[in-house]
């Protein structure tokens, strides 16, 4: 079992940057799938960005390449979205995932997430 803690969102302007990190304890990141899903008020949880089951190849929603990047720190068990240019619709609570299923894009994919940690972008 694995323990996900998110931390780093807030309030940012229009195309500024946050860098949201998600330490994990009790089982290490490589052993999972690990993934960034984020729900907006009133909206069903979306895919945002996740690593493969190996690690070695990332994915992103549209809606978000080109702005956002996924990485991980083994030595530190954390996995982190580094968000740029952000736009104002990319305001949501944040979860950090971590899961061994197939499809990354699924939030069924994921056994274990984190509280969430709120993202706002004012216009």
């Known amino acids: 079992q694995v323990q996900l803690v998110e931390s780093g969102g807030g309030l940012v302007q229009a195309g500024g940057s946050l860098r949201l990190s998600c330490a994990a304890s009790?089982?290490?990141?490589?052993?999972?799938?690990m993934g960034w899903f984020r729900q907006a008020p009133g909206k069903e949880r979306e895919f945002v960005a996740a690593?493969?089951?190996?690690?070695?190849?990332?994915y992103y929603a549209d809606s978000v390449k080109g702005r956002f990047t996924i990485s991980r720190d083994n030595a530190k068990n954390s996995v982190y979205l580094q968000m740029n240019s952000l736009k104002p619709e990319d305001t949501a609570v944040y979860y950090c995932?971590?899961?061994?299923?197939?499809?990354?894009?699924?939030?069924?994919?994921?056994?274990?997430w984190g509280q969430g940690t709120q993202v706002t972008v004012s216009s």
């Open positions: 009790g089982r290490t990141v490589s052993n999972y799938r």
């Open positions: 995932a971590a899961g061994s299923r197939a499809i990354y894009s699924s939030p069924n994919s994921y056994d274990y």
């Open positions: 690593f493969s089951r190996s690690g070695g190849i990332t």
